[in-house]
């Protein structure tokens, strides 16, 4: 059984969860936050960490669904990773990335381009995913300026897909069901329907389904016309909008088109890179492909410090420079390639290679996703869908409110018991810390199972 480690000394004046929760609640606005009643719920507060567990302000265990926010790879409580962070400090916490570059970042930089497939061999290092996003798409309007294609800028994306909330990385994110009142650059993107095979027609093959698909492509090409198109960004899973798996051969198929109509292909893994399907990056050892670019962060760091990541291909980088008149590429960000990130980041690795953390995915894999397919034999869950330690439920309800109340229920119900689940509508998603256990994917598993029970008995009517 683990034990919670030490609570945070608060000093002498040791703070109440109530009090924190207050304050909470009256100064702090969250990410995603229902601005209608912001300061009307309580958070829970955690507390403490360790290796797969959180502790909330009263000492109760919960198993980190979630993995954080995709991210804790590594798990909680390093105290290795919290010497090296530590020991950065003392080194060097600070320098300026427009004039000067540090041990850290170079050879970080180098560690990725090795890590990375084909010739991505170019880092730009940015603050998090969404900055990686909008520096991979200025990347693509500077490279076609420079080349004087002033008109090849639209981006192609999904539906379901998230890429982040900056501007232009909220500008090509398809979050359909959520009602935006953000401004977006819709001159600068067009949106392919949804890719998941769970939402195609009945009586329509898995095959057939990928034709659709790879056609939406296509035709959106087409009618947008080549020259007008930049870039076609994708999540190799669609993780936000559901952990969404497009149809065998589909990431393979279209690339294959991006490279008939020179548009570049952004692979966008800050969820499925370092290891959450099993390998450094899923682009070409899971999906055939060598992007032209792609994004990273989250898993980087395991979450220890914020660190994200542009990959950009030699190709992309040669024709950027080709032309004679000098040009300076005017983006970046003061904690651009932040010596303490980055040696978190080399120590993330460094732990991940020595603990075969990959291989470790790899093994586990099949029995996650056996119970995850497990939970099918609950009527209220349509679809139980996933890759590597990526899952997801999504239940059956005859309206989005209705479904709205459904997902709140299961979360409701495995936090009861000590699991947390990242609840999406109607879906309840999951990609634990790496380093999970066959025991603890069962313990998991068997609390969302009670869940599912509990929840299936009252809509039922019964007694749970």
């Not at 683990?2 to 040791?14: E, F, L, R, V």
Request: hydrophobic share 40%; charged share 25%; with cysteine.
């Amino acid at each position: 059984m683990s034990t919670a480690p030490t609570s945070i000394d608060h000093g002498a004046n040791d703070l109440s969860t109530e009090q924190l929760q207050e304050w909470d609640r009256l100064h702090q606005i969250h990410p995603w936050a229902a601005v209608d009643d912001w300061q009307g719920y309580d958070r829970m507060l955690v507390d403490t960490a360790d290796g797969i567990y959180l502790w909330d302000g009263e000492g109760k265990r919960f198993i980190d669904g979630p993995g954080g926010m995709w991210c804790v790879q590594i798990g909680y409580g390093r105290e290795e990773m919290a010497q090296a962070i530590a020991d950065q400090v003392r080194r060097l916490p600070y320098t300026s990335p427009f004039t000067n570059t540090t041990q850290p970042s170079a050879v970080l930089a180098k560690k990725l381009a090795e890590l990375a497939p084909g010739d991505l061999n170019n880092v730009f290092f940015t603050t998090g995913g969404s900055t990686a996003v909008d520096t991979a798409l200025r990347t693509m309007h500077f490279m076609n300026n420079r080349l004087g294609r002033k008109s090849k800028k639209i981006v192609i994306a999904r539906e379901k897909g998230y890429h982040g909330s900056t501007y232009l990385a909220h500008t090509v994110t398809g979050k359909e069901r959520d009602i935006n009142r953000f401004d977006k650059e819709d001159r600068l993107v067009r949106f392919l329907p949804d890719v998941n095979p769970y939402r195609r027609p009945k009586g329509m093959s898995v095959e057939e389904w990928c034709d659709e698909k790879v056609g939406d492509l296509e035709r959106m090409i087409e009618e947008v016309g080549a020259d007008n198109v930049g870039a076609f960004i994708a999540e190799p899973i669609l993780s936000s909008g559901g952990v969404i798996v497009p149809p065998p051969g589909y990431h393979k198929r279209t690339y294959d088109i991006c490279r008939a109509h020179d548009i570049l292909y952004i692979s966008d893994e800050v969820v499925t890179g370092f290891g959450r399907i099993g390998h450094w990056f899923s682009s070409l050892d899971v999906f055939g492909i060598k992007p032209d670019i792609i994004t990273c962060a989250k898993g980087l760091t395991s979450g220890y410090l914020p660190l994200g990541a542009c990959i950009i291909s030699d190709e992309v980088m040669e024709r950027v420079s080709e032309k004679d008149e000098p040009a300076t590429f005017t983006n970046g960000y003061t904690y651009s390639a932040h010596p303490v990130s980055c040696m978190a980041a080399l120590k993330n690795i460094e732990i991940m290679e020595r603990e075969k953390i990959n291989e470790h995915v790899l093994e586990v894999t099949p029995h996650f996703q056996k119970r995850l397919q497990d939970l099918r034999k609950f009527d209220i869950v349509g679809d139980a869908r996933g890759m590597g330690l990526l899952g997801c439920i999504e239940c059956r309800a005859e309206n989005l409110e209705a479904e709205r109340q459904l997902g709140q229920m299961i979360d409701d119900a495995c936090e009861e018991m000590g699991l947390l689940v990242r609840p999406l509508i109607n879906m309840a998603v999951f990609s634990p810390p790496l380093i999970i256990t066959i025991q603890q994917i069962d313990e998991m598993f068997d609390i969302l199972e009670r869940a599912l029970e509990q929840v299936s008995a009252k809509l039922s009517g019964k007694a749970a």
